[in-house]
């Protein structure tokens, strides 16, 4: 027996971006462990990648090229050959593209993060077509946006410093199940005497883990971030050297703050005056005493109406008590503006004969609907959908479902599974998982960049998604010689090697060590220098107000919600959240049968107030509804959920839902204030029991 260990990287959509070694015997990957010599990963993984090699092999992976066969939906499909597939999918793109071009749609997101399976040839492919673009902002937009316009970019304070902070303010989201190495980092901080404050509606597993949870409604953490300022600044617990040299608009923001008294936040939050005020002299007074002050900020925040500009107010915060000055002090949204990337070598926009218009994947159910109009243009009749299921993950369920099942519209999938979108597809094409294929990757939790070799071969007829648009490419006609080049060359462009970050960038060292941290100071704001157009950290920004927005701090209710829409409140009393299950990572792993089993089935948590007010009892099965639509799960009466509030753990595959749905039935198309990101967590429900 041959045993070889490989160098690999998890390729999937969370912060911790974790170095693997993959065993492999005799050609197959028996164990995948974390790397024990990486600073952030330090040989322990998730229970999800720790069963890595469990989805690899699963029995249920796609293995051939496939055809519907029956309706859309019914998930019925016969095998065909490569050359059959490739040939049909040519044909049907050419007579589109020879009419309209941007009648054909790229759907894709972070199935994998990977910078070369992720988009690198796909983006070559549909750029040289003409396709519509796609706004990939079904995530993070919102906050980034919100972020950059006040930091400048998505810098922030190095995972690795989190354990030298004395308070650490943990606030909209559950690092236990979606950032696990930062919360390992928390708990050394909260061994050496740190302070940990959770900021969440729910209390999660973290929430309850920490310190002290503040259970503010939903949508209203701008409001807190406000209400934060006009404490600090009425008791100045402020760091006045550090506004002065290296920040932007303090005088407009102390008027803004102003109006936010503890008693109009504590209202406005649904929490406690005392809750506003101690948490600001504990903020303000600790920075004041020379202590490190963190906050890692989490997309939880980013999800509703304001979501933008409560990132925005957040991290306002840190420049207040002067928290930059240190190396574990400031905030974390991301680290993904650390990395010098070469995009445009990779994804080659300048393919492009003329430029697009651009779908935003969020309202892709409203979009497959619309008809061919002077203001949308042409009517969409191709969707190629690759590391993504929107069917399950997209807002407004019911209005995806109805426009992928045209059948007019013409469907290919890329994928590992038969997930509820390949149910739609016309053209199933069988893609490698991360042990199968080459590609590099950044992090958005920590700061190295990081090598995937293959470990294994392909299984069955899988093919990496690089070479699926490779094949693609030279059956369209496609005669550039950026259509020719392989993983290991891509792999080699992600990075722009002369960028002092990316030092002495190698790929083919990178791919023999795995990874290579980022030449980037330890406190990268202590002197200022913020990558803004004024260089500092900007309280009024010019930008903003350009853009048509407040240009300092504000608060924005949610649109569902008695400030915004009392008759809608009226009807539906309840917000809802579904923030990420424990053992799923959105909706991959859901087909895992350890992974699931350890889940249950879909609960929706509820306060026994609540559930009392409707006559439900805990393990009785509830019809959660609005206008947009229902899904039915179990209930679970607990006060985890604030009073007014329940939570529905996501995201589950629909087909393994009791009524073939999911949390996103109920959820909204609208988009937040700037991003134009999704408002998952921007959605009021009524609840009723079922008979089970």
Partial sequence: M??????????????????????????????????????????????????????????????????????????????????????????????????????ILPYSYCGTMGLVQGESMSSRFFNQIGASLLDRTICATAGATGYKYTIGASIGIDLEQFQNAKLILIWGGNPIASNLHFWTRAQEAKRNGAKLIAIDPYRSLTAEKCHQHIALLPGTDAALALGLMHVLIAE??????????????????????????????????????????????????????????????????????????????????????????????????????????????????????????????????????????????????????????????????????????????????LEHFQTDTVDYADIVLPATTQLEHVDTHTAYGHLYMMANNAAIAPMGEAKANTEIFRLLAARMGFDDPCFQDSDDQLAAMAFNAQD?????????????????????????????GFPTPSGKCEFYSAAMA????????????????????????????????????????????VNVKSLRSAEGEPHLDIHPADSAARGIADGDMVRIFNDRGSFIAKARVTDKARAGLVVGLSVWWKKLGRDGKNANEVTSQQLTDMGRAPTFYDTLVQVERVAA
């Fill in 546 to 589: 350009a853009d048509g927005l407040d240009p300092l701090p504000a608060y924005l209710p949610p649109y569902e919600s008695v400030a915004s829409n009392p008759e809608l409140a009226k009807r539906y009393p309840l917000a809802m959240i579904s923030p990420p299950a424990r053992n799923f990572l959105n909706s991959t792993f």
């Fill in 236 to 413: 100045d617990l402020l760091d006045h050297d550090y506004i002065a040299q290296h920040t932007l608009g303090f005088e407009q923001l102390k008027q803004r703050a102003a109006e936010w008294t503890p008693e109009r936040t504590a209202e406005t939050c649904g929490i406690s005056v005392a809750e506003v005020v101690d948490l600001a002299r504990l903020y303000g007074g600790m920075a004041r005493a020379g202590e490190p002050v963190a906050i890692r900020a989490n997309y939880g925040v980013q999800r509703v109406r304001g979501g933008g500009m409560s990132v925005r107010s957040i991290a306002c915060l840190p420049a207040l008590v002067g928290a930059w000055r240190h190396a574990a002090g400031g905030i974390q949204l991301s680290s993904s503006g650390s990395f010098p990337t070469n995009k445009a070598a990779l994804q080659r926009p300048d393919l492009l004969k003329s430029q697009p218009r651009t779908i935003n994947m969020t309202t892709i159910g409203d979009d497959l609907l619309r008809a061919t109009s002077p203001q949308f243009g042409p009517e969409v009749e191709a969707v190629i959908v690759y590391n993504a299921n929107p069917l399950a993950i997209a807002p407004d369920s019911g209005k995806v479902m109805a426009g992928f099942a045209r059948e007019d519209l013409f469907t290919v999938v």
């Fill in 2 to 103: 041959t045993t070889t260990q490989v160098r690999a990287t998890c390729p999937h959509d969370c912060p911790d971006t974790c170095a693997l070694l993959v065993t492999v015997e005799d050609g197959v990957a028996t164990a995948v462990k974390g790397d024990p010599d990486h600073p952030t990963t330090a040989g322990v993984l998730c229970t999800k990648v720790a069963r890595y090699t469990e989805r690899t092999y699963h029995e249920d992976r796609l293995l051939h090229p496939l055809r519907r066969v029956g309706k859309k939906g019914e998930g019925k499909f016969e095998r065909i050959s490569w050359d059959e597939a490739l040939d049909t999918i040519a044909t049907r793109l050419q007579a589109i593209a020879a009419r309209a071009p941007e009648a």
């Fill in 500 to 528: 002092v970050r990316a030092v002495n960038f190698d790929w083919e060292a990178l791919k023999q060590k795995g990874w290579q941290k980022l030449n980037v100071p330890d406190a990268p704001f202590a002197h200022g």
